[in-house]
């Protein structure tokens, strides 16, 4: 049986203070992208610039799934689904895809598309467990990864060296968009398969001289005279 009033409703989130105009409140979903490449978070939640690819769309149809796939859960454990998340206190905002309501705590379990790959997702994991230890008072130990290809759970530890890269990942991107600039460009094995690539240029801006060699020849162009043209008789 679900139950989601006791997260979900507004009254709870006016009790916690929780603010869709927050001044540099950073969303859950720009951790993972920020610990990435924090040139792919800035193009998203600085330049508000998204394109989809195969991978993009195959992790929407993943998060569309998210009651099919898992059987995980305990018998007898009490689930909810997509619900609002939020932090006051660290100003963080956004959503679980599934949080169980265990007897030792909430047990959040993010779900993603293809099969692990370094610790990324981790920590927006923990940041999900960071705001329900806040929203409901409780503490939030461990959580999980579904990945969909491997049809199968990573448990992860909120232990404290998680929490704190969590937080320094928070601070980072609440830096960024203060600075509301762009990081450079690495140039390197991730991005082919990203679908911001065509939008980054990594293989233009990342070889600075390059870059020059195009930004001369544009302003030669400019600094040319217009030709001139015959006035009829």
Known sequence: MEEQDDLTSPSRQEEAGWSEERDEEVLISAIEHFSYCARQC??????????ENVFTMRGEIAH????????????????????????????????????????????????????????????????????????LG????????????????????????????????????RAMLKAQRLPAARNDARCPNCSLITVCLPHVVGEPHRLRGLQGALFRIWDEPAPETEESG
């Open 138 to 173: 409780q503490p939030v130990p461990r959580g999980a990864l579904f990945y969909y290809e491997t049809r199968r759970r990573t448990e992860i530890a909120m232990d404290a060296a998680l929490r704190r890269q969590t937080m320094e990942a928070v601070e980072g991107i």
């Open 42 to 51: 800035a193009l998203i939640h600085v330049e508000q610039t998204f394109e």
């Open 64 to 135: 569309e799934r998210v009651d099919s796939g898992d059987a995980a859960t305990p018998r007898g454990v009490r689930v909810v689904r997509g619900i609002p998340l939020w932090s006051e206190r660290l100003g963080l905002r956004g959503k679980a895809d599934l949080v169980e309501m265990r007897a030792d705590g909430p047990y959040p379990v993010e779900y993603k598309v293809g099969r692990r790959h370094g610790r990324h997702a981790d920590l927006q994991l923990c940041a999900q467990a960071l705001c329900l230890e806040e929203m």
